[in-house]
């Protein structure tokens, strides 16, 4: 909601909606509360859709093999890089690096 003045009236305006309510001379107090919904991040199965993905040349922290599947997910911030998430061609592991 947000107080709108015409003339020498005062109104309580629904930013979604636009629904007017008119104030009579009451005292209101108009706080705002934002919640913090938590983000999920999702990782695909060991198996979904896995063929479609690009490949490219990064050695696996957990095997050592040099080819691996990769995707991009912006996970934080919009003003902040994307997430690459790889996952190793030979055993499945998946690791991910913070642009």
Same mark, same amino acid.
């Given at each position: 909601?947000?107080?709108?003045?015409?003339?020498?009236?005062?109104?309580?305006?629904?930013? #979604?909606?636009?629904?007017?309510?008119?104030?009579?001379?009451? #005292?209101?107090?108009?706080?705002?509360?934002?919640?913090?919904?938590?983000?999920?991040?999702?990782?695909?199965?060991?198996?979904?859709?896995?063929?479609?993905?690009? #490949?490219?040349?990064?050695?696996?922290?957990?095997?050592?093999? =040099?080819?691996?599947?990769?995707?991009? &997910? &912006?996970?934080?911030?919009?003003?902040?890089?994307?997430?690459?998430?790889?996952?190793?061609?030979?055993?499945?592991? =998946?690791?991910?690096?913070?642009?």
């Amino acid at each position: 909601m947000k107080v709108e003045k015409k003339r020498k009236h005062t109104f309580l305006v629904c930013k #979604k909606c636009n629904k007017k309510i008119k104030l009579k001379k009451e #005292k209101v107090t108009i706080s705002e509360s934002i919640r913090n919904q938590k983000k999920e991040i999702v990782i695909m199965g060991k198996d979904e859709g896995i063929a479609e993905l690009p #490949k490219t040349k990064i050695m696996c922290p957990k095997c050592g093999n =040099s080819e691996a599947y990769w995707w991009m &997910q &912006q996970t934080r911030a919009a003003d902040e890089p994307p997430t690459i998430f790889y996952r190793c061609t030979k055993c499945g592991y =998946s690791w991910r690096y913070y642009g």
